[in-house]
Nanobody, 124 residues
Framework: VQLQASGGGLVQAGGSLRLSCAASGRTFSRYVMGWFRQTPGKEREFVAAIRWSGDSVDYVDSVKGRFTISRDNAKNTMYLQMNSLKPEDTAVYYC??????????????????WGQGTLVTVSS
């Protein structure tokens, strides 16, 4: 599967952005999907994940209550709605797909396919 992330940009603190991840292939609905982010010199950090059916989601504590992950299997697309953005949310955001069923896993090695990343910059 090929993944294409989009929707990043520059926003002021307290603002919102919605990231999208478009997937190729007819098996999108079978994959666990996730969002990760990375800043220079740091490890890639788990942000959110969603089970193939959309009925189970998981978030890193720092974004709970502010970010919402969702997916539309008919459109082969996953989303990350980001509200109340903070400067510390600044990072390159990557979408990823997992062939397994470990939607609760936060480790990047659990994921098999990666998009190219989209930059989110939150100014103070």
């Amino acid at each position: 599967v090929q993944l294409q992330a989009s929707g990043g940009g520059l926003v002021q603190a307290g603002g919102s952005l919605r990231l999208s991840c478009a997937a190729s292939g007819r098996t999108f609905s079978r994959y666990v999907m996730g969002w990760f982010r990375q800043t220079p010199g740091k490890e890639r950090e788990f942000v959110a994940a969603i089970r193939w059916s959309g009925d189970s989601v998981d978030y890193v504590d720092s974004v709970k209550g502010r970010f919402t992950i969702s997916r539309d299997n008919a459109k082969n697309t996953m989303y990350l709605q980001m509200n109340s953005l903070k400067p510390e949310d600044t990072a390159v955001y990557y979408c990823a797909a997992q062939r397994g069923s470990r939607w609760y896993a936060h480790e990047s090695y659990e994921y098999d396919y990666w998009g190219q990343g989209t930059l989110v910059t939150v100014s103070s």
